[in-house]
């Protein structure tokens, strides 16, 4: 099955996790969820309208481990949920079921989730995301695996077409990967630089997708922890219930209602990841990161080259418009 081996380069640690090579990233940590009983229904009722299959009869698919009840979201709660909830609300559906919603400060509107394996095998029918240690990544609502950078491109490419087509979408509208400027206004970076925007490749100490606390809080996203079937590495003292990917959605949004933005897979940018372009970017940490190290920061990247593939890395669309 996979062979799946870690690289670790400089003194930071990043990690590479590929099935022949593929790049797994970086490390994160999530805020402790606080015990006030409105603020779980806030996000239990924010979160219930983007889990896949809400809106949908379909029943989300069993997870290998799933959680016995949602597992409330880390970071400034309340902070956060109130306009996670108002975006979540209005997210605008494709064709295939997927939910985006604008995100202030770029020109795109992101997928709330990762690019599950239903979607792409609307795509690519008889796609296999494999396995790991015998748990699978197949379910409808895993994020797809064992997909290049190549391979991302091409279902964008395939959806704007068929989208278009059909009238979905304007000729000025696309899908594509987000730009590593755009992620990182995603998970929050510009934020926490005071409204400043980052350079790609900019490290930048300190923050996660779920704050600013390590070591990461309950719920903060799905890691190595200690359930994971990743045992070349752990971290100690932190759980999420998924031994290898989550359904997407299984953890709470951020503040612009985006999910998994940390962790589960590492999600392929546009950009090339090196001035030789030779690999291309990957970011967020995936199931199989720990920290610290700086594969868990807002500002981690992975790396692969654009046909590589492994059962870390999978990617998020965005859609592009002039007026998003
Ligand atoms: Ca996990």
């Known amino acids: 099955m996979n062979r799946d081996r870690r690289r670790r380069n400089g003194p930071g640690g990043r990690e590479t996790h590929v099935k022949a090579r593929l790049p797994s990233a970086p490390n994160g940590r999530v805020p402790e969820p606080q015990g006030k009983r409105f603020l779980i229904g806030l996000i239990v009722a924010a979160w219930g309208l983007a889990r896949p299959g809400a809106a949908e009869a379909a029943p989300v698919p069993p997870a290998m481990d799933a959680p016995s009840e949602a597992i409330p979201p880390a970071d400034a709660v ?25 995100v202030p400060g770029t020109k795109a509107a992101f997928c709330v ?15 296999d995301s494999g396995s790991f240690e015998n748990q699978s990544l197949n379910g409808a609502d895993q994020p797809v695996v064992n997909v290049s950078w190549d391979d991302a491109k091409a279902f964008c490419d395939w959806l704007t077409r068929t989208e278009r087509q059909k009238g979905l979408i304007g000729k000025a ?3 594509r990967l987000p730009t590593e400027s755009e992620w990182g206004v995603a998970v929050g970076l510009n934020d926490a630089r005071g409204g400043t925007s980052t350079n790609q490749g900019e490290r930048i100490t300190a923050d996660y997708p779920w704050g600013r606390e390590w070591p990461p809080p309950k719920g903060a996203g799905n890691y190595s922890g200690a359930e994971s079937a990743w045992s070349s590495a752990r971290m100690n003292g932190y759980r999420d219930h998924h031994a290898v990917t989550a359904p997407v959605g299984s953890y709470g949004p951020n503040r612009h209602g985006l999910f998994d933005l940390g962790g589960n897979v590492w999600e ?18 995936s199931w199989g990161t720990t920290g610290p190290g700086d594969s868990m920061l807002s500002s981690g990247r992975g790396r692969g080259r654009p046909g590589e593939r492994g059962s870390f890395g999978g990617f998020r669309v965005v859609l592009s418009s002039p007026s998003p």
């Open 268 to 285: 392929w940018c546009e950009d090339w990841y090196d001035s030789s372009q030779q690999f291309r970017a990957l970011r967020g940490g």
């Open 78 to 102: 309340a902070a956060r949920l109130e306009p996670a909830r108002e975006r979540l609300f209005a997210a605008r559906e494709n064709s295939l079921g997927m939910k985006f919603v604008p």
């Open 113 to 127: 989730w990762e690019t599950r394996n239903r979607d792409f095998r609307a795509f690519k029918a008889d796609h």
């Open 173 to 175: 509208q696309s899908y």
